[in-house]
């Protein structure tokens, strides 16, 4: 599973890319911790579209924005199949965030999977 | 389909430049490069009929003929399909084949978790439904066969007809005993599932159990395409996923998302006018919509833009069919519907000889050739996985068994060898099935011998072919011959008659030793061998086990039918008593027929004679010939 670290300013957003895996029955949900209102998250749609054939994944691009400066926040975004709530993910991926000042703004990946 | 986003290596390098990639394109390309997109097995978009390319058909042409099955011929003739007939007051306002005529025709809902391939679930679930109505017999098939053979990956995308392609271009599609659907192992990371592929390595006698396919059929005009649900079967079908078709549960699903998640196919299994929408069968498990099963607006999502893809003429292994015969008859593959009954009976001097009925009107039976010379009585006749070959096993006038098989590949009978005990009961018929231990599975054989004993015998397919005696087993019995079943549990059954002319079942106990074991004693005045099958009334599914069907030869000449519902455990019953001047019952089967009962009996003039059942009881057919 795959953590990244990114540190943004108020008001500053962060485009994150996502393989979709919708036509298997897939979605990815969220669940933020921490300071939970130092961050929103939302889904601004389908990735650049491309030529697919049927059951191929699609590029789903999700937004993440500061809000509330010196607020502290992890992400955990998991690709699940909602009528099987037993299931394990197939995909996890953790998005912990830092807002700052936007003058202090600055990005950085300090993890990995 | 949409457009790609970057069509240059410039566009490329700009791309991941923006996006901060940790990666870059090789260094080889120049800017006005195009981006290479290498083969993946399947080209995009190639393989997808558009429905306004593939327009209308001749439906009179391709399946203006009887079925199998009655009920589907009716149908047929109310669109007016068969010669001679005229086009009634219009089609059903709906069809739904999950349950027509009081049976089920489609396999359960599966499961493609997790991978992209949709498209191989859509192109079996077309096979095993066909076969299914067409052959009244539950095959199930493998898309893993189909998936796995076109070498995709996990996360790789395709197209029925690409499916399809494939299976009618390589002998068909197998069973999932001869190679499975597989899935990434656990464990293994995310980033690389979509990239795992299975190494394709079905069983060497695959061609003994796949079901062929002659050519598909593309339809393009929604009015025939519900033509063809009513009168033919299922269609598969292509469209695009949103976001809130994940929500979809009852009702008829309309897009109210933006939000394109992928493209999907499904198996359309009927349609429905009054609610404006196709039905369909998914395959992401039971858990979606309901019970795995959706509906979906006509013209919704692209399901109408795409050609849906229909089938006909579908060629049963003999591994499918190897529960539903018995004795001296099976219905082998051969023939333009495929539903040829083959029979073997003794000629005189100790020769067999081949006959075979073609499974179009008028029926008729004729004679092949004649092998063997040293038969005693009835042989045992069957398909087997070996490239579909026919094989007879016989008690020969000596008191041995001796196997002969008719190779396909070169239209050749050949002597397989004798075998067994010295003193089997001279003039019985034996017991002889292909199991599933091993593959190809091994052949079991049970055949009655002198002092009124059971004896088994068993050959390991595999070199060095030898033959095994597993032993003897029961006492007191008359009569056996034909009665011999492999159950859903691997033990095998079987029906004896009894000195006191009552019947009785034995069965194996694999998992304690192999013992045999005396089961449950019903009937009485039993004067022959019984024959047995394991039918589909009472299979509600294919992983449900069908009613034993037994008939067997009593005094004065009749014939008894009896039945024991395995699933319901339904102790035995008779059901009907018919017939005249039987001396014994050589063979038994169930095929493509309405799921009709059929009988080849011996009669006291020595010759062989038809005979079966349907919704009206038991009738008398064609007296065959000599035997």
Redesign the interface.
Known sequence: MEVRRIVLGAGEAYALRLAGRGARGYVWTWQVSGNADAVAVRETGSGPAARLLPGEAVERTYEVLGRSPGGRARIRFAQVRPPYPQEAPYDEFVLDVEVVDAAGARRAVTGGA | ??????QTVGELRAQLLEHGARWSVSEHLADEDPVPRPALG?E??LN?TPAAEAGAVDLRALVGRESGNPALTRRRAAHGLLPGTVAGPGRPAAVDWRSRWGWPWLTRVKD????????AFGAAGLVESMARIEHDVWAPRSEGDVHDGLKSTC?????PETALDWIRDNGGLADPDCWPYSTPPPGL???R??AWRAEYTPSWDRSGRTVRITDYVRLGDVEQQKVWLDTVGPLTA?FD?Y?D???LGAGVYHRTS????????VLVVGYDDAAGCWLFKNS??T??HVGGYGRIAYGEVNIDYWAKCGLRGTNIDPWTKRRLHTGSVYESGNGRAHRNFEMAATAGGGRLRHWWREGDAPFGWARAQTFAGDASGQPAFTGTTYNRNMESLHVTTGGRLRHWYYEQAVGVWRDGGAFGPGDAAVGSTPAFIQSDYGKPGNFEVVVRTADGRLNHWWRINGAPWTWNDGGRFGSGIAHYGPALVQTRARTLDLVAARTDGRMQLWWRDDPNGFAWKAGEVFGSGAVSAPCLIEGQYGAADEDTAGNYELCVAVAGGRIEHWWRGNAAGTPWARGAVFGHDVLAVTGMLQGSFGFNLELVVLRTDRLLQHYWRDGAGWHEGAVIGPA
Request: charged fraction near 15%.
């Open positions: 389909m949409p457009e790609e986003s970057v399947l995009p978009g997808l493609q978790n997790p991978c992209g391939s949709c498209w996360g790789q995308g395709g197209n990371p995310a980033e599932r979509d292509c996923v976001d078709f994940f929500g933006d939000r394109l998640a992928g493209g999907h196919c992401w498990g858990g979606y």
